[in-house]
């Protein structure tokens, strides 16, 4: 299984400070990170703040970003103050030698194009850049593989979906949940208290389990029936499942569901 999450853009409307709110932010992608999650949709909700989404936006990307991509692909700003205190993700992406001579040929690496001495090169954190004869612009991210090794580098470039290995979460944003539902052709699940208990499902996850799931999660203040209303029943190939039945708590915060939820699945997915 395959899994994708959508959160509203509402998620940090109860974080009193930025501080906080960056902390959350690191939180989910911690979760999304360990269970391999293939895209984090940030959708927009009525109690959605403009600013909440921007910060959400631009601390889930500059996590998944290796980190010596970072400062050639982020500018400064306030919003990224907190970063050196989150912590990291440690993927496979970021779990890279800086040494060029440690390089073997067929690893793969990201790195971004640049231009420099009347042509283009890819950085990879080098201090060497490398010709790079694609097609992408300046400025954009790409993942290559190695064909030749230091001090003659050659490399190829590849996409995502090449690599076996887990590689990274993509981060989309949806004008609301349900265009992004729309436009899903998939198993989807939402997560609320008032749905069947999870234990009672074991029958679908054995149906869905080479799919790509969309994993849905409501605000803080409304849950998913509240966010669709009537259209919630209508939904294809949905299931509306209580991943935390008889919680002791008055709420599950965002980022306990996901941890919580991607937890479960992990484990139903191989059964």
């Known amino acids: ?57 631009l ?39 800086p040494d060029p001579k440690k390089v073997r040929q067929g690893d793969i690496r990201d790195g971004v194009v640049v231009f420099a001495r009347g042509q283009k090169y890819v950085d990879v954190g080098f201090e060497q850049f490398i010709p790079y004869h694609g097609p992408d612009e300046v400025g954009k991210r790409i993942i290559i593989q190695f064909k030749e090794e230091f001090p003659n580098f050659s490399v190829k470039q590849i996409r995502r979906d090449e690599i076996k290995q887990y590689w990274g979460y993509e981060v989309k944003e949806s004008s609301s949940l349900a265009n992004l ?28 389990a080479d799919s790509e799931v969309l994993v849905v999660f409501g605000s803080p203040k409304r849950g998913v029936h509240e966010i669709l209303g009537k259209t919630l029943g209508n939904v294809p190939r949905s ?33």
């Not at 959508?6 to 501080?19: G, Q, V």
């Not at 290796?66 to 992406?93: C, E, N, V």
């Not at 998939?186 to 997560?191: E, G, K, Q, S």
């Open 1 to 57: 299984m395959k899994v994708s999450v959508a959160i509203p853009d509402s998620s940090l409307m109860e974080e009193p400070t930025p501080l906080d709110k960056s902390m959350k932010i690191s939180q989910i992608a911690r979760a999304c990170s360990i269970f391999r999650v293939n895209t984090i949709y940030v959708y927009h909700e009525a109690d959605g703040r403009d600013r909440d989404r921007s910060l959400l936006r």
């Open 59 to 97: 601390i889930l990307r500059f996590l998944e970003t290796p980190q010596y991509l970072r400062r050639t692909l982020f500018r400064k700003t306030d919003d990224l103050r907190f970063a050196g205190s989150l912590s990291p993700l440690k993927i496979p992406s970021h779990v890279q030698t």
């Open 181 to 208: 539902l729309s436009a899903w052709n998939a198993p989807v699940i939402f997560t609320s208290r008032k749905g069947k208990p999870v234990s009672k499902t074991q029958k679908y996850f054995q149906e869905i």
């Open 239 to 271: 299931q509306i499942l209580n991943f935390f039945p008889d919680q002791a708590t008055e709420t599950v915060r965002l980022e306990e569901a996901i941890l919580g939820t991607l937890a479960i699945l992990n484990v139903l997915s191989r059964n």
